[in-house]
C-alpha cells in the first residue's frame, strides 16, 4: 500500500524548549487518523533550526510512541550529523534521512556522493535522501541517485513540483521507495508508480490524505481531484 508520511511540526513551549508532550500527543493523534509513518526534524518541522540535543530529544521521545519513524538528521556540521547516525542505530526505526550538503550552492557531484556514502557507513543501513534543491541549492538527479546505488539508498523524498524526475528515480532503481513532498501532487503520486507521499499538511487535514487514497482505490478520480483541489488551497492558505 502506498504510504501517507507526515513531516511533523515541531512544538515549543513558552520558554522556548521542544515541548515533547505535545509532539507525542500529535504523532498520535496522526497515527489514529490513518497516517503511515512520521518524518522528523524536516523543514516543517524546522530541522534546519533544531540543535544536536532537541533533534536527539525528539527522537527519544518519540520512540516511546512509535518506531515508524524517518529520522532527518541533516545539517551542516557533518560530525553532529554522523553521531546521529550512530546513535539511530540503536533504534528500530524506519531509517534516517538527510538533504544533501547547502549553504555553498553548485557543490561537485563527489562531494555530495562522499556525504552520503559516509552517513551510510555511520549508519550501517541503507539511507533515504532528502531532495530540496530550492532551499538547499543542489538537485539530486536520478543519475547522481543511481551512482549512490540501491545498497546506499534506500528511498528519496523528492520535494519538486516534478513528477517526472520523481518517476525517472523509480524506473533507474526500482527497488527505491520514491515520495513526493508536494503537497499539490498527492492524487498524481498515488495514481502513479510512486510508493506514496511526504506532506505537510497531513500535520492538520491527514484525513484529507486518506480520503484521497480511499477514493482513487475505488477509482472515484475525480471525486480525489476535488479533495486535492481543497487540500493545494489551504496549503496556500498556510504560508500566508
Known amino acids: 500500500m502506498q504510504k501517507i508520511i507526515v513531516p511533523v511540526i515541531t512544538p515549543f513551549d513558552t520558554s522556548g524548549k521542544v ?3 505535545k509532539l507525542k500527543k ?17 523543514t516543517t518541522g524546522l530541522g534546519p533550526m533544531l540543535s544536536f540535543r532537541e533533534k536527539k530529544e525528539m ?35 524506519i531509517g534516517v534521512a538527510s538533504y544533501p550538503p ?21 549508519y550501517e543501513h541503507p539511507i533515504y ?13 536520478p543519475s547522481v541517485l543511481k551512482q549512490l546505488g540501491e545498497n546506499v539508498v534506500k528511498g528519496i523524498k523528492n520535494t519538486m513540483n516534478d513528477l517526472a ?8 532503481l526500482p527497488k527505491l521507495e520514491v515520495y513526493t513532498g508536494s503537497d499539490t501532487l498527492i492524487v498524481s503520486s498515488f495514481a502513479s508508480a510512486l510508493d506514496g507521499v511526504v506532506s505537510g499538511a497531513g500535520n492538520y487535514v491527514p484525513h484529507l490524505l486518506v480520503k484521497i487514497r ?17 487540500v493545494t488551497k489551504l496549503t496556500q492558505l498556510s504560508k500566508k
Open 19 to 21: 515541548d515533547t508532550e
Open 26 to 42: 500529535h504523532v498520535s493523534n496522526l497515527l489514529e487518523k490513518g497516517v503511515d509513518a512520521i518524518f522528523l526534524a524536516g
Open 59 to 93: 527522537l527519544d521521545a518519540l520512540c516511546g510512541v512509535t518506531q515508524k519513524i524517518i529520522f532527518q538528521i541533516g545539517e551542516l556540521n557533518l560530525e553532529n550529523v554522523l553521531t546521529l547516525a550512530k546513535e539511530a542505530k540503536d533504534y528500530s526505526i
Open 129 to 141: 535522501v532528502y531532495n530540496y534543491p530550492l532551499a538547499t541549492g543542489f538537485n539530486v538527479t
Open 102 to 122: 547547502y549553504y555553498f550552492p553548485n557543490l561537485p557531484e563527489r562531494w555530495v556522493l562522499s556525504y552520503y556514502e559516509k552517513i551510510y557507513a555511520a
Open 165 to 172: 524526475q520523481s518517476l525517472e528515480y523509480k524506473y533507474l
Open 214 to 230: 480511499e477514493l482513487l482505490k475505488e477509482h472515484k478520480t475525480q471525486d480525489a481531484l476535488k479533495v486535492q483541489s481543497l
